[in-house]
């Protein structure tokens, strides 16, 4: 018993190395990284380490910490009050048009009671967005840079000739007429951009 014990201790490190060594063959390339980063497909990827297989139930945080992590950072209060209105990614020029507002029609979704916000991407350019680009968050942000809300996209966007529409629901009961300004981030691969659409006003439905 005690020799099958050193036997296993013995190859268990060997078998890690092996697995590793297999990782680092097969790694992806910058561009297919930053694909499946934009289009959040990490798990098309490999797992980059051998002791959290795909199977793992952690597999998705690790690959996404890995993989991503510099999309992940969070932006800082002087980023946000100074994030530009528009943003030039790969040579192209983008911006947001935002709508903002609060739903007063009788409802049993507590969705829609909160304040809600459209968000459409578009390229200056006229032509459709890059497939690779993506919006994953959105901060409201007063004119002295505190930070009303944070929230992320989580609904699919709906993709029209140049422009890619996102909603997000939920948001703080602001009233109607308050004036914020909208902040975006934006993936390209694990590149974030950040950019701003200043001095919305708070709309209302009936």
Not at 184 to 190: A, E, H, K
Request: aromatic fraction near 6%; glycine fraction near 4%.
């Amino acid at each position: 018993m005690k020799q099958l014990l050193v036997i296993t201790a013995l190859v268990s490190p060997l078998c890690l190395i092996a697995s590793t060594q297999v990782l680092a063959q097969t790694q992806p390339t910058e561009e297919q990284i930053q694909q499946a980063c934009a289009n959040r497909q990490i798990d098309k990827l490999p797992a980059p380490f051998s002791d959290v297989p795909k199977e793992h139930w952690a597999s998705e945080a690790v690959a996404n910490l890995y993989y991503c992590k510099s999309a992940r950072r969070n932006a800082s209060t002087s980023e946000l009050k100074t994030a530009p209105d528009k943003v030039t990614i790969n040579g192209r020029s983008y911006a947001i048009d935002t709508y903002l507002w609060r739903n007063f029609m009788p409802s049993t979704t507590a969705n829609n009671k909160g304040m809600m916000a459209s968000v459409r991407l578009k390229a200056q350019d006229g032509k459709p967005v890059a497939s690779t680009l993506t919006a994953d968050k959105l901060w409201l942000i007063k004119s002295n840079g505190e930070t009303i809300w944070e929230t992320t996209f989580s609904e699919q966007p709906r993709i029209s000739n140049s422009k890619v529409e996102m909603v997000v629901r939920g948001g703080p009961n602001l009233e109607p007429g308050s004036v914020v300004d909208v902040v975006v981030r934006l993936q390209n691969g694990n590149k974030t951009y950040l950019v701003r659409s200043p001095s919305q006003t708070i709309q209302r439905t009936y």
